[in-house]
């Protein structure tokens, strides 16, 4: 019985055709090459099936090698940039952090106040705020906006009355860390401001929005403030937009008055400081308190009197004087037209300077004093001396007149002065040296005595010290028109100087506008002691006192608008051919009138000038007679000055020529000229 198929090797299992070999084995075959037979492979049994609901679980561990290497790299790029903060970029960020929390401010002193004698402000400072802007917080990355710029401006326009336009280009300045947006705000602008920037504040807690007012800031600052508006204000001067002196005393004196700043630094949030970071402060040093020697409402009178006379007389400007002649102080010094320190911005350029010490001009008849006090001094003649005035006088390359026409007049030289004379002026100072040459020397020597030419030491900036060339330099005309006032030039103050000198017993006090400074240690140091210079003896003074006298109480002489009833008036009238100082020639008139009183015992010195008046009278006794009038009346009764006790002494205008020999001066003047 034969095996079935597949069951030749002793198994059991059922026989499955296995596979076919090769054809070329089958071929071999029949050639007797039969080679063995391969074994054959293995059949796979049959698929098991998996019991249902059981899940088979994958391999974990690749799977925790994967989390773990994502979480060293996530750990690491932590540390790495950790590391980066904290140590290498360490100062960059604080430096950053720092842009918007510590906020460093200057803390301006406080000016110091200027007063009159009497303490009365004249100049003081009162709480201001600069408003300022830091453009970086402005930017879009740091308000998170961008158009930060523009709203903050439309903000802040209609309270600090700066155009919006202007306020959104500082805002926008490309790398700029500071901006002034408004300067000397008053402290109800800041507060309108701070009460903005906490409502925004607020606002962004509970709306989305960036407070654009967080970059604004103020500075605490001061104001100069004037409470007399234009009065003195030519001698207190202003202050400029950076808060320093800018003419006058303010300027002379900035050093004291200003202080020292100060700073202060604390840290902010949101454009608010914080209370618990801490606050360091360098506290400022307020200026010193200047008091001056000008009396408060002798000023008022004096600018005033000269306001009122220069409009009415049409006149480009004009000055008053007032002097204590025994110390030297000065009590007023007014000019017309004047301006507001506080608000430059209606001010006439022209008018800024204090024209009494900063106008040089040709004094004219005033000056004819110091030429009788060489004179008198000199022992060269008497107020009695006879002068022979003819209606001309040739001289040098010109021909010389008095003010008015006339023919010979016979005077004294008490005559000369009162009268005005011109012509007897150069006849008599001819007689101080025995050629032309020596009498210029002697006069010149007396007009250096007096101050001319050089400045009178109160030490205001832009003071001029006139013009006074020496005698050698004096050319044909000018050692003829120098004794009656032309040819040389002074300002106001030194011309006061000369009246307060005669007013003095003869001895020039200089002038003076400090009485003393407190400073910040609240203590007063007085200013030093006036120089005081002997330019001609006390007789001598006396006698020109009496000889002014008669200008102003003779009714022939050209001062007796200046009368005051009750006191005895000593003073001079002066019309001088004004210098025009665009072109440089001879323009208009300078109208002028110098005095004080009481004449017995003198205690006011007075000077009126008027330049350029074109509108009636321009005679000194007719425009500056009244002003020097009404100011002297007024300082008396301030100074509580009494009334003269004696009469004046009446000396003799002119002379009979038939009743006397030849005259002692002549028109043919001295030997050997």
Known sequence: MSRPAGQGQGQGRPSRPGPRPPARQRQGRGHGQEKPARQARPLPGPRRTRPAGVVRLGRPRPRL????????????????RLLQVQALDASAYAAKAAVNRWVTHDVTADRGTITDRDGVALAATVDAYDITADPYLFTPEQAKSKDAPTRAAELLAPIVGVDATTLARKLSTPGSRYQLLARQQTPQVWSQISDLKKSLAARTLTQPGANVLAGVFSEPHTKRVYPGGDLAA??????????????GLESMLD??????????????????????????????????????TLDRDIQWAAQSAISAQVKASHADRGYVVVMDNRTGEVLAMADAPGFDPGDLTHADPDALGNAAVQDAYEPGSVSKLM???????????????????????????????DDVDHGTWYLTLN??????????????????????????????????????????????PGETPGILAKPKDWNASQQY????????????????????????????????????????????????????????????????????????????????KAKID?????????????????????????????GFAPADDPRVTISCVIQNPTKGSYFGGSICGPVFKQ???????????????APAPKLPLDYDPAETAAPAVSPAGPKGR
Do not use: C, W
């Open 481 to 560: 028109t120098i004794p009656f006032g032309q040819g040389l030039s002074l300002n106001a103050l030194q011309a006061t100087s000369v009246y307060a000198t005669v007013a003095n017993g003869g001895v020039r006090v200089e002038p003076s506008l400090i009485r003393g400074i407190t400073g910040p240690d609240g203590r007063f140091v007085p200013s030093p002691a006036p120089k005081k210079t002997r330019v001609v003896s006390a007789k001598t003074a006396t006698t020109l006192s009496q000889m002014l006298e008669s200008v102003v109480g003779s009714e022939e002489g050209t001062g007796t």
């Open 65 to 80: 090698r994967l989390v773990g290497v994502a979480l060293t790299l996530v750990m690491g790029i932590f540390v790495v």
């Open 566 to 594: 009750g006191y005895r008036v000593a003073g001079k009238t002066g019309t001088a051919n004004r210098v025009d100082p665009k072109t440089g020639r001879y323009h208009g008139y300078t109208a002028s009138f110098m």
């Open 234 to 247: 030519g001698v207190l001067g202003f202050v400029n937009g950076q808060g320093k002196g800018g003419g």
């Open 255 to 292: 050093k004291q008055l200003a202080g020292k700043d100060g700073k202060i630094r604390y840290a902010q949030s949101n454009g608010r400081q914080v209370p618990t970071a801490g606050v360091q402060q360098q506290p400022a040093v307020p200026g010193s308190n200047v008091q001056l």
């Open 415 to 460: 005559g000369v002065l009162a009268r005005s004379s011109n012509i007897g002026t150069i006849e008599a100072t001819g007689q101080l040296g025995k050629t032309q040459a020596q009498a210029n020397q002697v006069l010149y020597s007396y007009l250096k005595k007096f101050g001319i030419g050089d400045p009178t030491g109160i030490g205001f």
């Open 371 to 401: 030429s009788m006090a060489a004179i008198i001094d000199t022992g060269t003649a008497t107020p009695q001396t006879r002068v022979v005035v003819p209606g001309t006088l040739p001289r040098a390359d010109r021909v010389f007149h």
């Open 631 to 645: 100011v002297m009346e007024f300082s008396l009764k301030t100074l509580r000055v009494p009334p003269s006790g």
